[in-house]
Structures are given as C-alpha cells and as structure tokens.
C-alpha cells in the first residue's frame, strides 16, 4: 500500500534562507508526483509536476526533484519570502496493477513553512 | 477564466441532516473528484467520475453520495450516515484516464456539523 510521508510537519526560517522540503513514499511504482502550496482555509495551487521519467522540474525560485528508486523527492526553495508561508503537500499518482488506483493521488500530511521577516 | 468553483465557501449543518456541496469547472475536463481534508493531514478520496453518468468510490464513500448529469458538473451530498462530516471538502478535475494527468483542484468548502 502507498504511503506517503513529509518531514518535518512544521519548518520555521528567517527570510532570505534557503530550504528543502522533504517527501517519501513506500512504492516506487508512480506514474507522478506533485507539489502542492495550501494557503490557510484555501484549496490547493499545484506548483510543480514531476513526471515518472524525469528527474526534477524548475519554476522561478522553486526546484522539485524526483529519486523513484529512493522514494524520494525534494522541493527546494531559494531565498525564501515571508509569501512563501504555506502549507506545503507532496502527492503520488500511483501506478499499481489495479486500475482504479490510478485514478487517485496519494498525500502526505503536509509541511507547514513559516517564514519570518 | 478557466478554473474549478465550489459553492458555498462555509456550511453549517445540523445532525440528521443532508447537504449538498456544489463543484462546478469549465475547464471542458471530463473527470472529476472529491476529496476531504482533516486538520494536519493529507486528503482523502471519497468519489471520482471519468465521464458523464459514471461514478466509483474512493477510499471513504460511506456516508457521501455524488451526480455525475453533466460534464461541468459533480455535486456531493453529505447524508446523515457519515458519522463525522466535519472537515474541508476539496474538488478537483482533470482529463480523463489514469496515468500523467494532472488534477486542478477548487477553493473548498468548509462543513461544520452544529
């Protein structure tokens, strides 16, 4: 069964640090993963898609990458904003044998990122 | 402005009753989802629909029923047998199939039983 797991669950940083959120997951076989940035009472913003097949994607200060054999993947944020406070979540499309679980995506629980001025 | 809406933003419901949550998208995605997020965690799926009058249940129906009369379309009702609605309701889209697609997800609904 997937799991899907983010460490730490709370991240505090003065402003201008950089940092890295981290995401594991228990089943390499994925067709993807995503991040996701969750504002306070909001829905969800997809920041970036990491397909099974590539290694990382980049978009302005933010750089995702993917190590399927490792279960791992990192979001890295670069000169960090007091805007970037938020609720950062992982999420994996599976790609099991059973066709309904393909329809789904897996999250873990969540950082929550707190940067102060 | 493409995007997925959600209405209303806050429900209060009282116990014993139904209520509905609105999902509507103009994205043309012809599938759609519902998921329920609870304090700290992650979100979890309740019904997904691929097209048109077709539905399947996700992780955790018991208790929600969902419609699926129109592409644009994907209302979930919160009936009295789910023992705790209490939550954040999330609705997403997507093209169809499984596999590389990604999912774009609505504002929420926040459902508090009184």
């Known amino acids: 069964k997937q799991e899907v797991t983010q460490i730490p669950a709370a991240l505090s940083v003065p402003e201008g640090e950089n940092l890295v959120l981290n995401c594991s997951f228990t089943d390499s076989a994925i067709y993807n993963l995503q991040w996701f940035r969750q504002d306070p009472g909001k829905g969800l913003t997809s920041l970036l898609l990491?397909?099974?097949?590539?290694r990382e994607q980049t978009s302005g200060r933010l750089n995702a990458s993917l190590d399927k054999s490792s279960g791992r993947s990192t979001l890295y944020i670069a000169a960090s904003q007091p805007g970037d406070s938020a609720t950062y979540l992982c999420?994996?499309?599976?790609?099991?044998?059973?066709?309904?679980?393909?329809?789904?995506?897996?999250f873990g629980s969540g950082t929550r990122l707190l940067v102060r001025p | 402005d493409g995007g997925i809406t959600q209405s209303p933003k806050y429900l209060f419901r009282k116990e014993g009753q139904n209520v509905t949550l609105s999902c509507e998208q103009n994205l043309n995605h012809d599938a759609m989802y519902w998921y329920r997020q609870d304090p700290g965690q992650g979100l979890r799926l309740i019904y997904y629909?691929?097209?048109?009058?077709?539905?399947q249940k996700g992780d955790i129906a018991e208790g929600y029923s969902v419609s699926r009369e129109k592409k644009e379309s994907f209302p979930l009702t919160v009936t009295s047998a789910q023992k705790n609605p209490t939550a954040f309701y999330l609705c997403a889209s997507s093209t169809p199939g499984q596999g590389y697609n990604e999912q774009f997800f609505g504002p929420g609904t926040r459902l508090t039983v009184l």
């Open positions: 990491i397909q099974s097949s590539q």
């Open positions: 629909s691929q097209i048109v009058n077709d539905f």
């Open positions: 999420a994996v499309k599976p790609a099991g044998v059973v066709m309904d679980s393909s329809y789904k995506l897996i």
